[in-house]
């Protein structure tokens, strides 16, 4: 059981990681490289604690990229899969 609680922690700090360094790459302006690092953060650490964080993140990049689309879809799944966060 400690093992198992030992691979949760690890997967929520990888997660918040990469959050960390997509919002940088948002203050920088490389907002595509900022979608990719929180499309990671979704795809390979699902079910991380910061999830919420990183689809907030998601949105905000596309919207700088001026893909509303994207970025109301992103608000989409926010807000079916976490109702208090949007």
Do not use: C, F, H, W
């Not at 960390?20 to 790459?25: E, L, P, T």
């Not at 490289?33 to 964080?53: F, H, I, L």
């Not at 992103?74 to 208090?84: E, K």
């Amino acid at each position: 059981m400690d093992a198992q609680q030992r691979m949760i922690y690890l997967r929520n700090r990888l997660a918040a990681y990469e959050n960390y360094v997509a919002d940088y790459y948002i203050r920088l302006g490389a907002y595509v490289a900022a979608v990719k690092r929180a499309t990671r953060a979704v795809e390979e650490y699902n079910g991380a604690d910061s999830t919420a964080k990183s689809l907030k993140t998601l949105a905000r990049a596309y919207d700088a990229l001026g893909m509303s689309d994207l970025a109301e879809d992103t608000r989409r799944v926010l807000a079916t899969n976490y109702p208090n966060e949007s």
